[in-house]
Protein backbone atom coordinates (compact mmCIF):
# COMPACT_ATOMS: atom_id res chain seq x y z
CA UNK A 1 0.00 0.00 0.00
CA UNK A 2 1.46 3.47 -0.85
CA UNK A 3 1.84 6.13 1.78
CA UNK A 4 0.80 9.54 1.66
CA UNK A 5 2.45 12.59 3.16
CA UNK A 6 0.82 15.96 2.78
CA UNK A 7 3.27 18.49 2.90
CA UNK A 8 2.65 21.82 4.19
CA UNK A 9 5.04 24.55 2.90
CA UNK A 10 4.40 27.69 1.25
CA UNK A 11 8.33 28.29 0.36
CA UNK A 12 9.00 27.54 -3.09
CA UNK A 13 12.40 26.70 -2.66
CA UNK A 14 12.25 24.67 0.39
CA UNK A 15 9.08 22.69 -1.16
CA UNK A 16 11.05 21.92 -4.06
CA UNK A 17 13.72 20.68 -1.42
CA UNK A 18 11.33 19.05 0.34
CA UNK A 19 10.04 17.17 -2.28
CA UNK A 20 13.23 15.87 -3.58
CA UNK A 21 14.17 14.48 -0.06
CA UNK A 22 10.90 12.78 -0.18
CA UNK A 23 11.67 11.14 -3.31
CA UNK A 24 15.27 9.77 -2.34
CA UNK A 25 14.23 7.72 0.15
CA UNK A 26 13.02 5.29 -2.02
CA UNK A 27 9.57 4.85 -0.18
CA UNK A 28 6.76 4.14 -2.29
CA UNK A 29 4.68 7.54 -1.49
CA UNK A 30 2.70 9.94 -3.11
CA UNK A 31 3.22 13.57 -1.90
CA UNK A 32 0.31 15.57 -1.54
CA UNK A 33 1.36 19.17 -1.10
CA UNK A 34 -0.87 22.13 0.21
CA UNK A 35 1.00 25.79 -0.15
CA UNK A 36 -1.23 26.70 3.07
CA UNK A 37 -2.85 25.74 6.17
CA UNK A 38 -6.43 26.44 5.10
CA UNK A 39 -5.92 24.61 1.86
CA UNK A 40 -4.76 22.02 3.37
CA UNK A 41 -7.72 21.78 5.57
CA UNK A 42 -10.14 21.63 2.75
CA UNK A 43 -8.01 19.15 1.49
CA UNK A 44 -8.54 16.58 4.31
CA UNK A 45 -12.16 17.45 4.88
CA UNK A 46 -12.80 16.14 1.08
CA UNK A 47 -10.59 13.59 1.90
CA UNK A 48 -12.30 12.47 5.02
CA UNK A 49 -15.25 11.34 2.34
CA UNK A 50 -12.38 8.75 1.39
CA UNK A 51 -10.08 7.45 4.51
CA UNK A 52 -8.37 5.29 1.97
CA UNK A 53 -6.62 8.36 0.77
CA UNK A 54 -5.73 10.56 4.06
CA UNK A 55 -2.20 11.14 4.67
CA UNK A 56 -0.12 8.72 6.59
CA UNK A 57 2.08 11.91 7.49
CA UNK A 58 1.64 15.51 7.66
CA UNK A 59 4.84 17.67 7.56
CA UNK A 60 3.89 21.31 8.19
CA UNK A 61 5.69 24.60 7.93
CA UNK A 62 4.57 26.42 11.33
CA UNK A 63 4.22 29.40 9.54
CA UNK A 64 1.15 29.56 7.72
CA UNK A 65 -0.75 32.59 6.17
CA UNK A 66 -4.83 32.37 6.40
CA UNK A 67 -5.19 29.64 9.71
CA UNK A 68 -1.65 29.56 12.18
CA UNK A 69 -0.54 26.30 12.66
CA UNK A 70 -1.50 26.05 15.96
CA UNK A 71 -5.21 26.22 14.71
CA UNK A 72 -4.56 24.10 12.08
CA UNK A 73 -3.28 21.29 14.75
CA UNK A 74 -6.38 21.74 17.33
CA UNK A 75 -8.96 21.66 14.05
CA UNK A 76 -6.99 18.52 13.12
CA UNK A 77 -6.73 16.58 16.61
CA UNK A 78 -10.79 17.51 16.96
CA UNK A 79 -11.86 16.19 14.02
CA UNK A 80 -12.30 12.13 13.92
CA UNK A 81 -11.01 11.79 10.62
CA UNK A 82 -7.84 13.39 11.24
CA UNK A 83 -7.04 13.00 15.09
CA UNK A 84 -4.55 9.98 14.43
CA UNK A 85 -2.65 11.28 11.65
CA UNK A 86 0.61 12.36 12.66
CA UNK A 87 2.00 16.26 12.24
CA UNK A 88 5.17 17.05 12.30
CA UNK A 89 6.08 20.54 12.31
CA UNK A 90 9.55 20.74 9.84
CA UNK A 91 10.23 24.85 10.46
CA UNK A 92 13.04 27.46 10.78
CA UNK A 93 11.53 28.46 14.37
CA UNK A 94 12.60 27.69 17.25
CA UNK A 95 10.65 29.83 19.76
CA UNK A 96 10.13 27.53 23.27
CA UNK A 97 7.15 29.23 23.44
CA UNK A 98 5.73 27.98 20.13
CA UNK A 99 7.36 24.57 20.37
CA UNK A 100 5.29 24.08 23.70
CA UNK A 101 1.85 25.73 22.15
CA UNK A 102 2.23 23.19 19.24
CA UNK A 103 2.72 20.15 21.52
CA UNK A 104 -0.27 21.02 23.84
CA UNK A 105 -2.51 21.71 20.27
CA UNK A 106 -1.28 17.88 19.31
CA UNK A 107 1.88 18.27 17.09
CA UNK A 108 3.77 14.60 17.01
CA UNK A 109 7.32 16.12 16.80
CA UNK A 110 8.71 19.25 16.14
CA UNK A 111 12.14 19.46 14.14
CA UNK A 112 14.01 22.46 13.17
CA UNK A 113 14.90 22.52 9.23
CA UNK A 114 18.90 22.37 9.28
CA UNK A 115 20.14 25.17 7.08
CA UNK A 116 22.70 23.41 4.77
CA UNK A 117 21.28 21.63 2.29
CA UNK A 118 22.55 18.41 2.86
CA UNK A 119 21.74 18.46 6.65
CA UNK A 120 18.04 19.86 5.53
CA UNK A 121 17.71 16.64 2.90
CA UNK A 122 19.09 14.11 5.41
CA UNK A 123 16.79 15.31 8.42
CA UNK A 124 13.66 15.33 6.31
CA UNK A 125 14.24 11.94 4.94
CA UNK A 126 15.03 10.98 8.84
CA UNK A 127 11.53 12.15 9.51
CA UNK A 128 9.82 10.25 6.89
CA UNK A 129 11.21 7.19 7.32
CA UNK A 130 10.76 7.25 10.82
CA UNK A 131 7.41 7.71 10.53
CA UNK A 132 6.19 5.54 7.09
CA UNK A 133 8.68 2.76 8.26
CA UNK A 134 9.61 2.10 11.98
CA UNK A 135 6.59 3.95 13.62
CA UNK A 136 3.83 1.61 14.53
CA UNK A 137 0.88 3.17 14.39
CA UNK A 138 -2.77 2.20 13.90
CA UNK A 139 -4.51 2.59 10.45
CA UNK A 140 -6.42 5.83 10.39
CA UNK A 141 -9.63 3.51 9.63
CA UNK A 142 -9.27 1.49 12.74
CA UNK A 143 -11.25 2.72 15.67
Not at 13 to 25: K, P, S, V
Not at 37 to 63: C, F, T
Request: aromatic share 6%; with cysteine.
Amino acid sequence: MKNRILLVEDNPDELTLLLRAIERTGLDTETVVQVNSSNALKWLQESGRYPHIMPNLILLDIVQPEIDSISFLQRLRNDSQTQRIPVVIYTNCADDQVMAACSASGCNSYVHKPARYADFAETAQNIIRYWLTINAAPNNNAV
